[in-house]
């Protein structure tokens, strides 16, 4: 009997051992997330945004709550439709300013965002309720995480990815210490989330290496891996 215990502890130190070790495949090559900061790019409007667009040479022209269309235009006067969705305001002026200077002698104008559409993040990972999550204003990873039904016991919050998809289609990415955070405002260094943002709570180092007892050591016995231990006084029998 005690030859049988001994060998399956042996057993259990090598593949212990072998989960210890990374293994990637050639056809997945790591790549490296490029980092990002919450002063990186602009708000990108999208579909369902208004505008307020003021020509100061020309007030008739001015329209107010202008509202971007499923197409991602604006209309206005003179000059039609004017692609605004996947840009930020300072490009719609700029694209409105070139449009209107064969119209006008002095096109200067000013574009302000005045309310928003329907804004959503995904939140993933170790959370109750993994989905998508409609933001009811500017908040951060945490309030998303709250929105999702919180971490699960299995939760790494020191470990909460944020990627982001910047205009012109790259994605950065930044880790989030969300529990020095809790414990020490100054630390909650969290930006407002935006829309498409996507938060990845994953799982910590010990529910990892547990998964992976359950998943391939345990599940793989043929009887139950308690008989092993007394329970009551801690114990080989």
Do not use: H
Request: proline letters at 6%; aromatic letters at 10%; a neutral charge.
């Amino acid at each position: 009997m005690w030859r049988i215990v001994f060998s399956g502890c042996i057993s259990l130190a090598l593949v212990s051992g072998c989960a210890s070790k990374r293994v990637t495949s050639p056809d997945f090559p790591q790549t490296q997330w490029q980092s990002y900061s919450g002063n990186d790019a602009p708000y990108v409007l999208w579909t369902g945004d208004t505008l307020n667009v003021d020509v100061a040479t020309a007030p008739e022209l001015s329209r107010q709550a202008l509202l971007i269309g499923p197409d991602g235009r604006i209309s206005m006067p003179l000059i039609g439709a004017v692609q605004a969705a996947g840009r930020s305001s300072e490009q719609v002026r700029a694209s409105l300013m070139s449009a209107f200077s064969s119209q006008l002698r002095d096109p200067r104008l000013t574009v302000s965002a005045t309310a928003y559409g329907s804004q959503r993040v995904f939140v993933g990972g170790q959370v109750t309720a993994p989905g998508i999550v409609d933001l009811p204003g500017q908040i951060g990873p945490l309030q998303a995480i709250i929105m999702a039904g919180g971490f699960t016991p299995e939760a790494d919050t020191k470990q909460v990815l944020l990627m982001r998809r910047i205009p012109g289609g790259e994605v950065k990415s930044a880790i989030y210490n969300i529990k020095d955070g809790i414990l020490d405002p100054a630390a909650a260094n969290w930006g407002p989330l935006q829309r498409f943002d996507v938060v990845y709570v994953s799982r910590t180092w010990i529910a990892k290496e547990n998964l992976f007892v359950q998943q391939y050591v345990r599940n793989a016995l043929p009887v139950d891996f308690s008989l092993f231990f007394d329970v009551t006084g801690g114990s080989l029998f």
